[in-house]
């Protein structure tokens, strides 16, 4: 069964940190190029890093640059997006993706980040 499930989102003030984690089962997530999306309600869902096929970094948001980082483990086929300076507009679900070029194949199921003092 092929999936991909986030985990790692939580309650946080700003300027704290999280990490997201990104579990793929029954694929490689290295046979794909790699995205962090996030959504908040009324808004399109959208992109905040991606990680090429061959682990290039290959966007981050201006939103989002020099806080966030992109990442993966071949070894452990997961992934990961480290967010640290957390704002408060950062709240959000963040959805992780695995990618054939600009088209998502596979979705995650979404965890929420909240940032509130």
């Known amino acids: 069964q092929v999936q991909l499930v986030e985990s790692g989102g939580d309650t946080v003030q700003p300027g704290g940190s999280l990490r997201l984690s990104c579990a793929a089962s029954?694929?490689?997530?290295?046979?794909?190029?790699m995205g962090w999306y996030r959504q908040t309600p009324g808004k399109e869902r959208e992109m905040v890093a991606q990680?090429?096929?061959?682990?290039?970094?290959?966007y981050i948001a201006d939103s989002v640059k020099g806080r966030f980082t992109i990442s993966r483990d071949k070894y452990k086929n997961t992934g990961a997006l480290q967010m640290n300076d957390l704002k408060t507009e950062d709240t959000a679900i963040y959805y992780c993706?695995?990618?054939?070029?600009?088209?998502?194949?596979?979705w995650g199921q979404g965890t929420q980040v909240t940032v509130s003092s």
């Open positions: 993706a695995s990618m054939v070029r600009a088209a998502v194949v596979y």
């Open positions: 029954g694929f490689n997530l290295t046979g794909y190029a």
């Open positions: 990680m090429s096929l061959f682990g290039d970094v290959t």
